[in-house]
């Protein structure tokens, strides 16, 4: 490993043989973490300015799929930044794509419960209204994170970051869904094992498991094998922590197995945000995200949280997004500008409903009706069925006749009472 010009960084490794050396102008110093995404390095500029650098495994060779890896990425480059690790530019026209992002010093998430334990009291909802403006942002940029997970979270010194946003989905549009899944299985939302479209509710329901992990120590539905998680994601309930009532409420909702009963982001930080008695007037979408921000870097559990100014509701800006100058180390003072968003830029203190109820049943009901596991576990019932008939008859019309009924039963209980369960008795 390099010598390092600045402070050790925990848990950073040695370079390994084949490792590249630079990036750029970026010297690479250490190994941060590996995964299927790629290798994320450390890396060092000549003032000792330091960056995370990660070598991405993608295939570039396609003119389309480097066209949709740059599009992704520039798209990550414009996320205001309030609690992220700002994307700073990426090379694709080397023989190593690489991505550069803002380096946050600190834990992951993951690591921290590991370590020290469940978070919880305030430091929990710090945690939750920081990650969440983190995906209010993301979101407002038209970029769907993809893959947040506690690995995904760093605890920086000013609050929690939000890393890798965006390089999910880039890796993802660039292959057939059959060769990668984008995501960690825990943390994914039903529709991405159903291969439906991938969009903003996915990454609410990513959150929610995010936080129930680290009130609880465990993802909500298990991190064994990964049919079984599959399974426990489409079907069951989540098995979650003691969490304060109106936390425990949200996280509920946003783990609704129908992205359409699932609420935004924004609308899950007002809610956070009003549980402080901040937010009683529609704010503008900057000035949401800058309370969230605030709230989420308070230095330590018994500090007061920052007071709002309630604005009042203006039009979107008309003019094209600019990129914010972020600096290595520091959370920015003022909002950056924001791309042009079709709906309005400010939210209600109140809440309506998301989706309506009879379009999530239709919705649950096709979906149970094709699921594969409940179709083998009729078929397996209906052969039980067939087989008891035929020693009890020695017949094989009425093995078959008893066979076909019991798959029928069997098919129809399942379907009726998977649907049924599907609905959320809580629903406010």
Request: neutral net charge; hydrophobic residues 40%; glycine residues 10%.
């Amino acid at each position: 490993m390099s010598e390092l010009a600045g402070p050790p960084v925990p848990g950073l490794t040695k370079l390994w043989t084949h490792d590249p050396v630079t990036a750029g102008p970026y010297r690479l110093v250490g190994r941060l973490g590996a995964g299927g995404q790629g290798v994320v390095y450390l890396g060092e500029d000549d003032a000792g300015d330091r960056v995370a650098v990660k070598m991405v495994n993608v295939d570039l060779s396609d003119p389309r799929a480097r066209s949709q890896f740059v599009k992704e990425i520039a798209a990550a480059r414009r996320v205001a930044p309030f609690c992220t690790a700002q994307v700073l530019f990426a090379e694709v026209d080397g023989e190593r794509p690489y991505v550069v992002s803002e380096f946050i010093e600190g834990l992951t998430l993951h690591r921290h419960v590991r370590e020290r334990g469940p978070v919880t009291g305030n430091a929990l909802h710090r945690l939750a209204v920081g990650t969440v403006t983190a995906l209010a942002a993301i979101h407002s940029a038209g970029v769907v994170h993809c893959d947040l997970k506690p690995d995904n979270v760093v605890l920086g010194q000013d609050g929690p970051r939000v890393i890798d946003f965006g390089i999910a989905r880039a890796l993802g549009n660039t292959e057939t869904a059959s060769s990668r899944v984008m995501g960690t299985t825990a943390y994914m939302a039903p529709e991405r094992f159903r291969d439906d479209a991938i969009g903003p509710p996915c990454d609410v329901f990513a959150w929610a498991s995010t936080i129930a992990f680290a009130a609880g120590g465990r993802p909500p539905f298990g991190s064994d094998s990964l049919f079984a998680v599959m399974h426990r994601v489409l079907h069951d309930p989540p098995d979650l922590p003691a969490m304060p009532p109106v936390l425990d409420e949200l996280i509920r909702e946003c783990l609704a197995k129908d992205p359409a009963d699932r609420p935004t982001a924004e609308r899950v930080l007002v809610r956070l945000l009003r549980q402080d008695g901040r937010v009683t007037e529609p704010l503008r979408r900057e000035s949401l995200l800058e309370v969230g921000n605030e709230t989420a870097g308070a230095p330590t559990p018994d500090h007061p949280l920052p007071q709002v100014t309630p604005t009042a509701p203006q039009p979107s800006p008309t003019q094209g997004p600019t990129r914010p100058t972020v600096p290595t180390q520091a959370r920015p003072v003022q909002p950056a500008n924001l791309p042009v968003q079709t709906r309005p830029a400010h939210l209600p203190a109140t809440e309506q409903g998301v989706g309506a109820e009879g379009g999530g049943a239709s919705r649950r009901l096709r979906s149970e009706a094709l699921d594969a596991w409940g179709i083998s576990t009729a078929l397996f019932l209906g052969s039980v069925g067939a087989a008891a008939g035929y020693v009890a008859s020695s017949a094989v019309g009425p093995a078959a006749a008893v066979g076909a009924v019991t798959f029928v039963v069997v098919y129809l209980v399942r379907l009726l009472v998977a649907t049924a369960l599907g609905r959320r008795p809580d629903r406010g």
